[in-house]
């Protein structure tokens, strides 16, 4: 999920922003923490990848009888009320969604195509984080963490796990 450098000026909420990005004559557009986010360029080595990802959710679905749809790029997934992006492809849970949705009401499975060298989940219910880092043989080292350090490096920065968390 390649972005570039925000314009702090263009903070909208979603509403705003959904009307403002209906309005570019191209580009692609995220929304973090209220501010708009230009989204790289994607190149066709990504575009093949995310949309064999979709191919293969959508074939596998059906075949296991799921309640769910597979959507391929441009489906928004609305992390909070001040973030949304697109996902590259993602299963949403319940039934098929009306041809003029915009968001993933139900996203189960969100997937990304990037050159990530960590991912982090944080559960909001509990101390916990989950920790996904890229090694350089290209393998990924997960790790749950309840207390202590993290390191993300590159780009070379650590902090305890409780500063998350408020007491």
Known sequence: MGHQAADTSLRMSR????????AQPRGRYARVDGVVVRMAAERAAHMRVKMRVWRTFDRALPAAGLPCEAMGDGMTVEVDDDTDYEADALINGGPRLADDEIAAPNPVVVVEVPSLRHYLVVRADRRAVVQHQRRGDGGIETRVLAAGSITLDPPGIGFALEEFYED
């Open 15 to 22: 509403a705003e922003f959904r009307r403002w990005a209906d």
